[in-house]
């Protein structure tokens, strides 16, 4: 496991998708989420106008800090301080770290999303607080970024980055101790959770397949 910022007190990273909750409301399914114990959330939403995303990252806030959680903003930076999320989460396109650094501070985080060892060493030599690398397994949120990295790459990953890394893509509860013998500080999910007919449960038994959070603080 990585040192860790103060900051991130999760090892299970839920990232969002509205057209994964088999017909649910975005907000009940990650409500019951994190009455499950998850402690952070990534507002993903690409599709949705500025207004609209405003709108559920105001949402999201209040139900994150009602549960004491995360809030991290996918790539809208101007979204993240209009909500006073607690930071965003960058892509490949997105705005350089050090720049998004000035504009939030040092106390928020930056996540970044990437897809093999140059990105994650790049990310990190840049100043971002975690990354989140995959995908590890196939899976059809990921298939864009090509094929999947596979336990090898993250085990090689985690041997030379620093900070936090996050496994992503495909993970259920089958493989969690396949991807966490590679040691990760944790895991993101997407269809892990919002897809489950029990959200709070799945994330239960999800969070139960992992180090205790206090352990790794």
Wanted: charged share 25%; hydrophobic share 40%.
């Amino acid at each position: 496991m990585k040192s860790s910022s103060p900051w991130i007190d999760f090892n299970l990273y839920l990232v969002t998708d509205r057209k994964q909750t088999n017909g649910r409301n975005l907000e009940f399914v990650v409500e019951e989420a994190l009455r499950g114990g998850i402690r952070a959330i990534q507002l993903r939403e690409k599709d949705l106008s500025s207004k609209e995303l405003y709108e559920l990252a105001y949402e999201m806030r209040k139900l994150t800090s009602r549960h004491n959680a995360r809030l991290i903003i996918n790539d809208r930076i101007d979204i993240a301080l209009a909500v006073d999320a607690d930071g965003v989460h960058l892509g490949y396109n997105s705005m350089p770290i050090y720049r998004a650094r000035m504009v939030l501070g040092e106390k928020k985080l930056i996540g970044v999303s990437c897809h093999n060892q140059v990105q994650a060493i790049i990310a990190q030599e840049k100043g971002a607080d975690f990354i989140t690398f995959g995908p590890i397994y196939n899976t059809p949120s990921k298939a864009p970024y090509g094929e999947p990295v596979g336990i090898k790459k993250l085990q090689e990953a985690t041997n030379i980055i620093q900070i936090p890394i996050f496994a992503l893509g495909g993970i259920k509860p089958c493989n969690v101790a396949e991807v966490m013998a590679a040691s990760p500080n944790g895991i993101g999910v997407v269809s892990a959770v919002l897809s489950a007919e029990d959200p709070r449960l799945a994330a239960r038994n999800l969070l139960g397949l992992l180090p205790s959070q206090e352990s790794d603080l």
